[in-house]
């Protein structure tokens, strides 16, 4: 069992050159636990932890933080990020290697994250935590963050279905103002940043109502977000994807409508997730799908 403790333990901002280390842990941190559970990990390769690792540690719009054991050379031991590219904080993933847990690392990383959202002066923090992992929910939980609600991963064939009197189509960067406004109709925020990567990347759709943009979406997967004035928005942009990436879509188990609508439809539930925040939170006022993010 590796041996660390404060005095060994160093921190330091992350590099891409980090991706190779952190990107093996972050695999190996969530299978570990996944596996333990029953449940299958969010990354299932080395090679999809190290490229998610490449993807935050080379994005000017995310924090990172990497763990260190000064002990064995520098060996890195963990790590955390902080999706900066909007109004509120989203924090994760935040792992630790295997051989380094229940050492008091994932404290020392999240204590980092904390101070870094309050000298940024982000007015709110969220994360979504897998909710059969007990420690870190409490982790989260001491650190003063609430729990929300839960959410569902959900998986499977996609729906494929139009859904009446709404039309989906690639999101272009002359939308964005449309879509920030939906975003704060049902948020109170918008999440501008990481709408236009995503309109950049070409995975953002809009959904029309009356040649209105009434939602979106910044993609069908796990690392992506969706907002929209009623659950028909949202149909229509899970009805129109041809895939949904990574482990799956993140549906608010407490919109019990889109919910059975989902599983009516044939996904299946993968895990349930527990949204967590600290400062701000406003109730959604409309239908919504995080990121595993936020």
């Known amino acids: 069992m590796a041996e660390t403790n404060e005095h060994t333990l160093r921190l330091r901002s992350g590099r891409l050159d980090d991706a190779k280390e952190a990107g ?5 941190a ?3 636990i996944a596996e ?11 090679d999809v932890g190290r490229t998610s690792a490449a993807s935050f540690l080379s994005n000017p719009g995310f924090y990172s933080v990497i763990a260190e054991d000064t002990s064995s050379g520098g060996k890195v031991v963990g790590s955390s990020f902080i ?25 020392r990383l999240m204590n980092d994250v904390m101070e870094r959202v309050r000298n940024r002066n982000f007015p709110g923090t969220r994360l979504l935590q897998a909710s059969y992992h007990n420690r870190s929910l409490a982790l989260y939980a001491s650190l003063g963050f609430e729990v ?13 279905e139009a859904i009446p009197g709404r ?27 990481e709408l236009l990567d995503s309109i950049r990347q070409g995975s953002a759709r809009v959904v029309l109502h009356a040649d209105k943009i009434t939602g979106y979406t910044s993609g069908m997967a796990f690392f992506s977000h969706s907002v929209g004035l009623t659950n028909d928005d949202l149909k229509a942009l899970i009805g129109s994807a ?8 993140l549906i608010p188990t407490r919109n019990t409508h889109l919910f059975h609508w989902c599983l009516d439809r044939g996904l299946r539930l993968v895990q349930q997730l527990i949204l967590m925040t600290v400062g701000m939170y406003n109730e959604p006022a409309g239908a919504y799908m995080p990121s595993v993010l936020y």
């Open 24 to 28: 093996r842990i972050i695999f190996e």
């Open 30 to 32: 969530f299978a570990t």
């Open 36 to 46: 333990k559970h029953g449940f299958p990990p969010d990354f299932p390769s080395v």
């Open 83 to 107: 999706d900066e590219r909007s109004s509120i904080a989203g924090v994760g993933p935040l792992t630790v290697d295997p051989s380094y847990q229940n050492k008091g690392v994932g404290r």
């Open 148 to 160: 929300r609600e839960p959410i569902s991963t959900m998986q499977g064939k996609p729906i494929q």
């Open 167 to 193: 039309t989906v189509r690639p999101a272009t960067e002359s939308d964005v103002e449309s879509c920030n406004a939906v975003c704060k109709a049902v948020h109170g925020h918008d999440r501008n940043g």
């Open 242 to 249: 041809d895939s949904y990436r990574g482990p799956g879509i």
